[in-house]
């Protein structure tokens, strides 16, 4: 009954397809050590399905032209324990954002007492700029019928450079898997994390669901809504993501037309450019390029040794692309324009 309410509810509202949240580059990340936070604020309590909480951000989060300072759970609404809104639907002068990874959860004491699962917050400082965590620790999911499988994931919520993560712990997928699959529940082709963009259930949107289609080779994708309910089994990540993975999606730099410093020892020109551009380096360096497409799509790699590299690009066509500068302890993400 829960999954036909979830699917009814979402067939209300109308999208158009789009290539992918604009001038936002999906990255994936691999054996990057899952922690399990410490100390945090639980919004659930014992025996919990459906919940209604507020995750304070204690920050303004920019995201797909939109923001907020607040995050909501909602049980009212289409939220089955994984959406977080940009706002309520009660208040429907500003239509919220929904950013799930679209399961049914609950508290896995509710069918074995000596097992229990939350939901709960954090926010951390880095850098003087706060890191809003919030955690998914232990969860059953309400479909698996045979009560062997669990999640542990955390959505990073980042103030700096309005970037968030979504960082996959340890968890069991036995009976999960096929029933994502299986057409007569969900029928995705995987599992399905999901940015919808102005969702306003009680009239139509012209806005859209944007999903990853493939984290191997980190591609997003989108569908409209018709698509996602008739034809599910096109829609979602072509592979379960292993433990330690890292999904993140950040907004490039708007580019410049001379030069730009990315920081303090790094700096790129000319940003508007005919077939090459040089990256400088004021200090040694052990950076890796990254050039994405606009729509997200990778290209090429390239290690930057020199304190100068120059990077041909004279066999790709004109327009914008996307630079992605990262090492040990820092990624920076930079839009360039090929004229």
């Given amino acids: 009954m829960k999954k036909i309410f979830i699917l009814c509810t979402l067939v209300i509202a109308s999208f158009c397809a789009f290539a992918q949240p604009d001038n936002y580059v999906f990255t994936v990340s691999k054996n990057i050590p899952y922690q399990n936070l410490v100390s945090p604020t639980i919004v659930t309590t014992q025996g919990w399905d459906d919940f209604d909480a507020t995750i304070p951000l204690g920050f303004n989060f920019k995201f797909m032209g939109d923001s907020t300072n607040t995050l ?13 809104q ?44 706060n890191v809003t965590k919030i955690e998914w620790n232990n969860v059953g999911f309400w479909d ?52 919808i963009k102005n969702l306003v259930l009680s009239t139509p949107s012209a806005d859209n669901v944007y999903y990853p289609s493939n ?16 034809n599910p089994s096109s829609i979602g990540i072509d592979s379960f993501p292993n433990a330690n993975t890292l999904m993140r999606w950040a907004p490039a730099v708007t580019n410049g037309v001379h030069a730009v410093s990315l920081n303090d020892h790094i700096s790129v020109y000319p940003t508007l450019f005919a077939s090459t551009f040089s990256i400088n380096f004021k200090a040694k360096n052990n950076y890796q390029l990254s050039v994405f497409d606009i729509n997200g799509r990778f290209l090429f790699t390239q290690k930057l040794a020199k304190s100068s590299e120059k990077i041909d690009m004279s066999n790709y066509a004109t327009g914008n692309y996307i630079l992605m500068l990262n090492n040990d302890s820092e990624k920076i993400i930079y839009q360039i324009t090929k004229e």
């Fill in 215 to 230: 984290i191997n080779t980190p591609t997003m994708d989108s569908t409209d809504i018709m698509t996602m309910f008739t």
């Fill in 86 to 129: 940009f706002n309520t639907t009660a208040n429907t002068s500003n239509p919220f954002h929904a950013i799930s990874w679209f399961y049914d959860l609950e508290d896995r004491y509710n069918y074995d007492s000596t097992k229990s699962s939350s939901v709960g917050y954090k926010t951390d400082v880095v850098n003087a700029k």
């Fill in 144 to 195: 698996d019928t045979l009560h062997v499988d669990t999640a542990n994931v955390q959505l990073w919520i980042y103030e700096e450079n309005n970037a968030l993560e979504y960082r996959i712990g340890n968890s069991s997928r036995a009976d999960i898997t096929s029933i994502i699959q299986d057409p007569n529940t969900y029928g995705f082709k995987g599992p399905m994390f999901a940015f």
């Fill in 72 to 84: 909501f759970f909602e049980s009212n609404d289409i939220n089955v324990g994984t959406d977080l």
